[in-house]
């Protein structure tokens, strides 16, 4: 999908900043330094649309971005980095579960992962909070440009396992560099988010 516009509606802390739209939202989840933001800036076609920093874990909002006043991508703040208070961590909790309780615009679950690693244990818990709540889910595993060609199945077998996937779901090797992955990405996206484009 060609991006022509896309912006940021709102940075909020809770549900009463939550815009009100009626565009279907996919919520993008990863753990801190796992490239979500350089994937995001990757699929729109943007350097900057997505703050990308040296300090991971510094989302600690729900960024809510409207592309082509017709979807939104909603931004979730990166899990499982270690110098987080226990307090941040329920306020994260709380954020999270309102969200996937009460939000009706949400369609599908993108979770990002690296490719070169074996997932957390908090993609899991990510990924069975999704599950519960019957959220489709694609996983992007990124960072797929530095994987050895011969290491590539044995790495995304690994990734299928720990995360048990299902045939329902969608697990895409990808990479914000070399921009591998992303029309697969924008087909599923845009299947989930009932979009003709």
Not at 21 to 41: D, H, M, W
Not at 42 to 49: H, I, V
Not at 50 to 56: K, R
Request: net charge positive; aromatic share 8%.
């Amino acid at each position: 999908m060609q991006i022509q516009e896309a912006e940021l509606l709102i940075s909020a802390p809770g549900k009463e900043q939550w815009p009100d739209t009626p565009y279907p939202e996919i919520v993008l989840a990863g753990r801190s330094n796992v490239g979500k933001s350089s994937l995001i800036n990757a699929l729109c076609g943007r350097k900057k649309l997505a703050y990308v920093g040296n300090t991971p874990g510094k989302t600690r909002l729900l960024n809510f971005f409207l592309l082509n006043r017709k979807l939104v991508f909603v931004d979730v703040p990166g899990y499982g980095y270690a110098n987080i208070s226990k307090q941040q961590l329920l306020r994260f909790g709380e954020m999270m579960e309102d969200y996937f309780h009460e939000r009706k615009q949400k369609k599908a679950l993108l979770l990002i992962v690296d490719g070169r690693h074996k997932p957390t244990d908090d993609d899991v818990t990510m990924l069975e909070f999704a599950r519960y709540f019957e959220l489709p889910i694609i996983i992007a595993a990124t960072k797929m440009d530095k994987v050895k060609a011969s290491q590539r199945q044995k790495q995304l077998k690994l990734i299928s396992e720990t995360l048990a996937l299902s045939e329902e779901d969608h697990l895409i090797p990808c990479s914000s560099a070399n921009k591998e992955g992303m029309d697969r990405l924008w087909e599923v996206i845009l299947h989930y988010a009932q979009i003709e484009v």
